[in-house]
């Protein structure tokens, strides 16, 4: 009994596709993925209740389950993802050597500053916190940090001085 029933949904979903999805597109303004995706959504409900509504009005129950879930998604702000015919261009992988050897250089660079200039160097410029909390992290006053980190950025000029380019 229950595969004459699976097999009366299989033909009731394969004669009604194309009419339901019509229905489902108009419903979401055109969108076809969307309207897939309402429909789907509309034929797994009417799965779960075949064997009331196969000998009545399946076909006005789905109907009645797609406006429903329609006026439902109208409502919300996102729906996730929308699919696109074209795909947006993607930033190219590229050769990504030239980034790690400079980081490489700079890690390097700042192994050569004494720990203090390293620490203020980094937390100032890098975590990008004001010269207070630089001082209360190195446990110094904020004039000792201010001259961590400028006796440090100086000497990180001096040794990546190859690469700094004047300006104007």
Known sequence: ME?????????????????????????TGGDRHRAEDLLQESLVK??????????????????KVLARAAARSARRRWWGERPVEVLPEVAAAGDMSATVAERSRLEA???????????????????????????????????????????????LRRLLADVIEPVG
Not at 10 to 19: E, I, K, N, Q, T
Not at 48 to 63: L, S
Not at 110 to 119: G, I, M
Not at 134 to 150: D, F
Request: net charge positive.
């Open 46 to 63: 009417l799965w779960f209740v075949w064997a009331k509504v196969a000998d009545e009005a399946p076909e006005a129950y789905v109907r």
């Open 109 to 155: 660079a700042l192994a050569q500053l004494t720990p203090q200039q390293r620490a203020a160097v980094v937390l100032r410029y890098y975590q990008d916190l004001p010269d207070r909390q630089v001082a209360e992290a190195l446990g110094c006053p904020v004039g000792t940090a201010r001259s961590h980190a400028a006796r440090g950025v100086a000497r």
């Open 3 to 27: 595969q004459t029933r699976a097999g009366e949904y299989d033909a009731f979903v394969a004669a009604r596709w194309s009419v339901l999805f019509h229905l489902a597109r108009l419903l």
